[in-house]
């Protein structure tokens, strides 16, 4: 029996690389993307193949939809000389970025870019790869905890993770003619070096999101990794549809 294939965005590093191990765990191969850290990408290759696990990584500006037709078929490629398969199984919408600005000063470069990258990219690149995607299949989006509470700087940001999570409930209704699910994960604070790393190295920052959680600490990127691995297990085949956050109960 072929083994289920997931196509991951951002995997090169961070909550990306952590879900893609915990899903060859699973028995699942990779499609990953990085942006340019191409050293970290083939690293992670190297790590899936020693676990048993295959790997292919391919060069993805999430932010250049102008890009998507060309990378679709790269990965319609990779899919028949690599995996000798012409589908893959899952998608996840992981790329991204942090950036820190109050409303008031946020610009139209930041705000263009946040666009591009969280609502844009995952919208069309999603449309681009559908034809490659089994019918079946599954879609697992991130938002974020700030999409639910509000914290100064991430205005931009949030909003764009609150189009995220009306886009999913769209995607589930009319793709549920595929038996296509869709959910949307939101992680609270994680502890990468997402953001500048502000949640791991800055100790005020870091007491602050564990004093306002419910389980006492702050996220770690196993605890997003063997989250996205869940949705994609058989026993949430009938989860569709839903935003899920996993934030050890943040600001509860």
């Avoid at 029996?1 to 191969?29: E, P, Y």
């Avoid at 690293?43 to 890009?67: C, K």
């Avoid at 870019?113 to 559908?130: A, D, E, R, Y």
């Avoid at 600490?217 to 549809?241: C, E, F, H, V």
């Amino acid at each position: 029996m072929n083994r289920k294939i997931a196509l991951i965005t951002g995997t090169s590093r961070g909550l990306g690389k952590n879900a893609a191990l915990h899903l060859v765990a699973q028995g699942i191969d990779i499609i990953g993307t990085y942006n340019s850290r191409a050293d970290e990408a083939q690293a992670l290759v190297a790590e899936i193949e020693s676990l048993g696990g295959r790997a292919v990584m391919l060069q993805l500006d999430v932010a250049r939809s102008d890009n998507f037709s060309a990378f679709g078929n790269e990965v319609a490629k990779v899919l028949q000389s690599y995996f000798d398969r012409e589908r893959f199984d899952f998608l996840v919408n992981n790329a991204g970025i942090g950036l820190h600005a109050n409303f008031v000063d946020t610009t139209v470069e930041q705000f263009d870019l946040l666009v591009n990258i969280h609502l844009k990219g995952p919208f069309f690149l999603t449309q681009t790869l559908l034809p490659l995607l089994n019918d079946g299949g599954r879609i697992v989006n991130i938002s974020s905890g700030l999409a639910r509470f509000s914290l100064p700087g991430h205005s931009a940001y949030a909003a764009m993770k609150g189009a995220m999570e009306v886009l999913t409930r769209y995607q589930a209704k009319e793709l549920g003619a595929r038996n296509i699910a869709v959910n949307i994960l939101a992680p609270g604070a994680i502890e990468t070096d997402f953001g500048d790393g502000a949640v791991r190295d800055n100790a005020a920052v870091n007491q602050m999101v564990t004093s306002n959680t419910a389980l006492g600490r702050t996220g770690l990127p196993d605890d997003i990794g063997a989250a996205i691995a869940m949705l994609l297990s058989p026993g949430s085949q009938w989860i569709n549809g839903q935003r899920i956050e996993a934030s050890g109960g943040m600001f509860l």
